[in-house]
């Protein structure tokens, strides 16, 4: 009685069981299973980080990588280095449940590696805004938080929605165009693969040089100058490395009319919850330059 009793229940153990598993999809496509929310996370790129303090996963953070200065506390964490020179040996000495690498080409690869070596793996690489948001709930639902992911992916979405209705284009209105430099030895800019052209977008941009197939293409000024800019945007806090460097091309129509601005870049070219904040500048740059263009 009591063994057929037993074995009638090990069916229900193990649905139970296979319930209570999290199961979610990374940005690589993979599926991520954990049998119980992750615990002892590594960070292995800033936005990342900051996905997971917003998501409610702060906590649980045991480590992060350079550059991992947002929010305050991330600071306090310990790097083990960063995608292209990671201390592989202190990582798997912390003893990680779940690692989180930025899905870049070098990312792939040292994922498979760290998976190679028993370390479960989820790659981020949020390429559109509706991709930062599920980014959020996603991880939550990794690290336990699920309520606060959700939460956080709606907070972003609103103001996402709040943001497209204030600077879409109206009737009438001009797209601005715009190149947004990187670098400049050598000269790189952004493609459309990237979320800044996303914001440039919304803001009624277009980035003329997007219809790259890297994703960082280098670029000739011959090709900056042909495509004629009405603005030229970079990420950081100064302008003054963009205008050293176009001055001497005044046929240029944003060298002529001075239109070089600086959006913070930790705003912008990080894939994360601050991305809005980026494309809000942005969107009041592009505003200006619209308004100073319909003036001429």
């Not at 193990?14 to 299973?33: C, P, Y």
Request: hydrophobic share 40%; with cysteine.
């Amino acid at each position: 009685m009591l063994r057929r009793l037993t074995a009638s229940l090990i069916p229900l153990l193990l649905a139970g069981s296979a319930a209570a598993a999290i199961r979610v999809t990374d940005d690589a496509g993979q599926a991520v299973l954990m049998e119980k929310p992750a615990q002892r996370i590594i960070s292995l790129a800033p936005h990342v980080t900051e996905l997971l303090f917003e998501a409610g996963a702060g906590k649980q953070v045991i480590a992060v990588s350079d550059y991992s200065d947002y929010p305050a506390a991330a600071k306090q964490l310990p790097s083990v280095g960063n995608v292209f020179a990671l201390d592989t040996e202190r990582l798997l000495a912390m003893r990680p449940d779940l690692v989180i690498v930025w899905g870049t080409g070098k990312g792939h690869a040292l994922a498979d590696q760290l998976r190679a070596n028993n370390i479960r793996i989820f790659e981020s690489d949020p390429k559109n805004y509706e991709q930062v948001a599920s980014s959020l709930e996603r991880l939550g639902e990794l690290t336990g938080n699920a309520a606060t992911g959700q939460q956080a992916a709606k907070r972003f979405r609103d103001r996402l929605q709040q943001l497209q209705s204030r600077y879409q284009l109206k009737a009438g209105e001009a797209v601005v165009t715009v190149f947004y430099q990187v670098w400049h030895q050598p000269l790189m800019t952004l493609s459309d693969q990237h979320l800044v052209s996303s914001a440039i977008r919304l803001c009624g941009g277009k980035n003329l040089l997007g219809a790259q197939q890297d994703i960082s293409p280098k670029v000739g000024t011959e090709a900056v100058i042909a495509a004629n800019p009405d603005a030229i945007l970079t990420g950081g806090e100064s302008t003054a490395q963009l205008e050293q460097f176009w001055q001497h091309y005044q046929t240029m129509s944003a060298v002529k009319n001075r239109q070089f601005y600086a959006i913070k870049g930790d705003w912008l070219n990080r894939n994360g919850p601050r991305v809005l904040d980026g494309t809000e500048a942005l969107c009041q740059v592009l505003q200006k330059v619209r308004a100073q263009k319909s003036r001429r």
